[in-house]
């Protein structure tokens, strides 16, 4: 079956290019899946931090299982048209980054460890590309919120050089919009575990992140 072939051909990638998009993404434009995941704050304090690290997928389901995380959204920010649609963002043409919208407790989980994440769950070496995706929609980027956010980006960003071997060509840039992924981009992961997409290539990527990040997770 053509639609297994490939999938077992990707194995080794994160996510598969949205240039040329692939059977089991066409699958889940039909599909539909809304986070319902509420904000709320035991300390009354929020945070936003808005991250691009390839496939927002793969991305969204690492950042759902962090203690102090309220809330994540995947969506498209850093472009040059409002409201874009994923076809639109696919052809790479309108500049926008898929990301994630990250509401979080800095009382619980720091902006800094939340960068320490980001900068260990993805390849931030490789130039708008995460393992078989191609395209600037799928560059490494954090679009910073406050001048605390870029000078605490800077930073780690710099210390992540001591993890990987070339260099770290993550994108700093202001926020300026985020526009919100269609529903059946929400929660995509949790709401379609036993797609084969999700089986194959996001469950272990999760997998190797909660082995890393054990003490950071939620019980």
Not at 86 to 102: F, K, N, P
Not at 135 to 150: D, E, L, M, V
Not at 157 to 181: G, H, M, Q, R
Request: proline share 5%; glycine share 6%; charged share 20%.
């Amino acid at each position: 079956m053509k639609y297994t072939v490939f999938l077992l051909a990707m194995i080794a990638a994160s996510c598969h290019s949205a240039q040329n998009v692939s059977p089991e993404k066409k699958d889940a434009m039909t599909t539909t899946a809304q986070s319902a995941t509420p904000v709320t704050s035991a300390s009354g304090q929020t945070e936003v931090a808005t991250l691009g690290a390839g496939c927002f997928w793969c991305v969204e389901a690492i950042y759902q299982d962090l203690q102090g995380v309220l809330k994540v959204e995947s969506g498209y920010s850093g472009g040059n048209i409002d409201n874009p649609s994923y076809r639109e963002v696919c052809t790479g043409a309108t500049g926008h980054a898929e990301v994630i919208q990250v509401t979080f407790d800095p009382a619980v989980i720091s902006f800094k460890e939340i960068l320490e994440v980001f900068f260990t769950v993805h390849d931030p070496t490789t130039l708008n590309r995460q393992g078989a995706d191609s395209g600037t929609q799928y560059r490494s980027a954090i679009f910073y919120h406050s001048p605390q956010q870029k000078t605490v980006a800077e930073e780690v960003k710099l210390a992540s050089k001591e993890i990987w071997d070339d260099p770290i060509v993550t994108e700093i840039a202001p926020f300026d919009k985020f526009f919100k992924a269609e529903d059946y981009h929400q929660n995509y992961f949790k709401e379609n575990p036993n797609q084969g997409y999700c089986s194959i290539v996001i469950a272990p990527k999760v997998k190797k992140f909660r082995q890393k990040w054990a003490n950071k997770l939620k019980p």
